[in-house]
């Protein structure tokens, strides 16, 4: 192909969408249905016209939006960014805030108040947290939004949990677990199942936390969140622990402590490989395996930094070290691990473990035989407990004041026997409570088998009834199909009838154009050919005689020529319509048309012919149109497009031939009214033919004007 088809693709898109294939069955019986079809479809475009125009129009209100949810995400990031400065992610987190648009209640709306619900829990904000929580959870309510609900209750039992009301936080918990269920959210239904698990650990419910923590496994094991393996891990060797199944403890110990090192597990207060390896040397000590234990408290000892980054943990195994030595009876350097360990624990929120850290001292010089400082120092450890308000450590401290000290012996056992009354009523009304939430909480499965029947009950009669209605629709449809199939079939007669007339007509017009060949025919022959003759004659004398007066006699013959011009005028007006009726000819123009448009052009035009086209059977009025639109095209591309390249291109599709002009120029804005005769002219010309017109252009690169004629009228 010659030069750049700049505008090929635009025009037969726009054939192809005014132009269906319908409109191109050539069957003279089909041209009323087909027409009815053109109707509809125009009616359409119509529409979908509208539908654009609006949408232009609401493209700056949705510009507006995404600005403000890309605020809100941006913000929301930065919030939950963890290496932030405590405060800065606070202030981040409002910011986001400040950008919700309380009035709604979609989705994306939702969600966000979701983050910002969650990042407030993290950082303790609890007076906006409470006030969020409850228009998210109205808003939830609202929509019935399952999900929704299931984080309002996760929420709500996180925020419980990190107040130490564990009954509360369960009983949430609980519930969240039952709408997440009903919602595709695993990972939601996973974590409700980890932190449930840590709420029972707390509650000494050791077996319901270990099952709650593998169920949460079972999910995370598809999802490789290890960080929530590991923990998951954690509780189970904790609960196996405390269970006295140390060997499990250890085995489920030793995986969290794999996953640890294999992902660089990290925890922003615990050092997670040293806790592992704390814990692995615990169940081998209640095993009495103390050396064993004393080779993996050393090893976690020796974490790098440990005594900075965890300086906690790093105390504990201090104080477990130290108890090992004591079985062992190896007392080398134990006052000094002790003394780095309550120092460790003083700086430290676990300064209540400084309490061992006393009584551990008072054993050891009760070994020693130094009785004063063994009293010293259990007195130390009772009077730590009961400032840091930590009961267990309390009772252990008065049991073992009371064994070294017979002067305060039994001042120790009653105060002992007292406390140990309160914690183990305080210990038994949690765990009711607990069963309490429990029982609530079968009472409600049960309630919703309940409804479960009900809703099958209810579905079972909804699916009778829209089977009644779906067989009435279908009676209903066949009875109209029956309708439409007999007018169909009238219709089919009709355009027989109309069909036959159009022969009969197509006939008589051919009738007509032969007669009026010969009316022509006779008219050049008798009138011009006569006048032309008998002036040529007159006007020979001029070879003879050139006098003035001659001359004078022969200038009025010049009226004769201007007679004959106007009667060829006159005949040419009747023969034009032929003037393109060979192919080789119409073809020679255009090319002889490209050819002086490069002489006297800076644009270089070219032509491009679908060698399928026979000029020969296309009506010569539309050979006359299309040239006429190619002048008045080629004419607009060099007063207006400053192109270098311009393209006519001719392709065939059935019974419709196609044409585009296309140029590489500077373009101009199709949208703005154009009051310019060339573009009015051409679509007069198509709409003269019944055909389409499509322009299209895009600033400062390209301009493409499409043609589809249909081929109805031909020779």
């Not at 070290?321 to 003083?346: A, H, W």
């Not at 700086?347 to 061992?356: A, G, H, L, R, V």
């Not at 679908?610 to 190619?630: C, T, V």
Request: charged share 25%; glycine share 2%; proline share 1%.
């Amino acid at each position: 192909m010659k030069g750049e088809w700049l505008g090929f693709y635009s025009f037969i898109d726009f054939y192809y969408f005014y132009f269906p294939v319908e409109y191109r069955l050539t069957t003279d019986t089909q041209l009323i249905y087909n027409s009815m079809k053109m109707i509809k479809r125009l009616a359409l475009i119509t529409l979908l016209f509208q539908m654009f125009l609006y949408s232009c129009n609401s493209t700056v209100s949705d510009l507006k939006v995404n600005t403000t949810n890309d605020s809100i995400k941006r913000y929301l990031d930065l919030a939950g960014n963890d290496t932030l400065d405590f405060n800065l992610r606070i202030h981040y987190n409002d910011k986001a805030y400040s950008f919700i648009d309380f009035s709604k209640n979609d989705t994306l709306t939702r969600y966000n108040i979701n983050l910002i619900l969650l990042n407030y829990l993290k950082t303790n904000r609890w007076c906006t947290y409470k006030n969020l929580y409850k228009v998210y959870l109205k808003k939830s309510l609202a929509k019935k939004d399952t999900l929704g609900l299931a984080r309002c209750y996760r929420y709500k039992a996180g925020y419980y949990k990190k107040i130490h009301v564990l009954d509360s936080s369960l009983y949430y918990y609980i519930k969240a677990e039952k709408y997440y269920k009903k919602t595709k959210d695993k990972i939601g239904l996973a974590l409700v199942y980890s932190y449930k698990s840590l709420i029972q650990y707390s509650l000494d419910d050791y077996i319901g936390s270990e099952l709650s923590a593998e169920i949460s496994n079972l999910y995370f094991l598809n999802n490789s969140d290890n960080a929530i393996l590991y923990k998951n891990l954690v509780t189970i060797g904790n609960c196996e622990h405390n269970l006295r199944n140390y060997n499990s403890a250890i085995i489920s110990f030793k995986k969290a402590l794999f996953l640890a090192k294999k992902y660089k597990i990290k925890s922003l207060t615990n050092n997670n490989i040293g806790t592992c390896i704390n814990n692995i040397g615990n169940s081998y000590r209640e095993q009495k395996k103390y050396r064993t234990a004393i080779y993996y408290f050393k090893k976690a000892l020796k974490e790098k930094k440990l005594i900075k980054t965890d300086p906690g943990l790093y105390a504990f195994l201090l104080n477990n070290l130290v108890f090992c030595k004591l079985e062992l009876r190896d007392y080398s350097e134990i006052p000094d691990m002790l003394n780095k360990s309550i120092c460790l624990l003083q700086n430290d929120y676990e300064i209540k473990e400084s309490t061992i850290s006393y009584i551990y001292l008072s054993k050891f010089y009760l070994i020693k035989k130094d009785t004063v400082k063994a009293i010293q120092f259990s007195e130390n450890a009772l009077d730590i407990a009961k400032k840091a308000n930590a009961p267990y450590y309390y009772l252990t401290a008065l049991s073992y004041a009371g064994s070294i000290n017979n002067k305060k012996a039994s001042q120790y056992i009653e105060e002992y026997h007292k406390k140990n009354d309160s914690l183990t009523f305080t210990e038994r009304k949690a765990r009711n409570q607990y069963f309490k939430i429990q029982l609530e909480t079968d009472e409600i499965t049960h309630e919703k088998e309940k409804a479960i029947q009900q809703k099958w009950i209810i579905t079972g009669v909804s699916a009778c009834i829209i089977v009644i209605i779906i067989l009435i629709l279908i009676i209903t449809y066949l009875r109209s199909k029956q309708k439409e199939l007999a007018l169909l079939q009238d219709q089919q007669n009709a355009n027989q009838e109309l069909n036959h007339l159009l022969l009969q007509q197509k006939s008589k017009a051919e009738e007509i154009r032969q007669n009026e060949k010969k009316r022509i025919a006779l008219e050049l022959h008798d009138g011009i050919m006569n006048k032309l003759s008998s002036t040529r004659l007159n006007l020979s004398i001029l070879s003879h005689k050139k006098d003035p007066d001659t001359i004078q006699k022969c200038l009025q013959y010049i009226n004769d020529i201007y007679q004959i011009e106007q009667d060829i005028r006159v005949v040419s007006h009747d023969l034009n319509h032929k003037a393109f009726h060979q192919n080789d000819s119409f073809l020679k123009i255009l090319e002889d048309f490209i050819v002086e448009q490069n002489k006297t052009s800076s644009t270089l035009f070219s032509l491009e012919m679908d060698p399928e086209i026979n000029w020969e059977a296309i009506n010569s009025m539309i050979k006359i149109n299309l040239y006429r639109i190619i002048q008045e095209g080629s004419q607009n591309i060099k007063k207006y497009a400053e192109a270098q390249n311009a393209t006519i291109t001719f392709a065939l599709d059935g019974p419709n031939i196609c044409m585009a002009i296309a140029d590489d120029g500077i373009g101009f804005d199709v949208t703005q009214s154009n009051t310019g005769i060339g573009l009015t002219n051409m679509a007069t010309r198509v709409k003269s033919l019944n055909g389409k017109m499509n322009i299209s252009s895009l600033a400062f690169q390209n301009t493409s004007i499409s043609f589809a004629i249909p081929l109805e009228n031909t020779i």
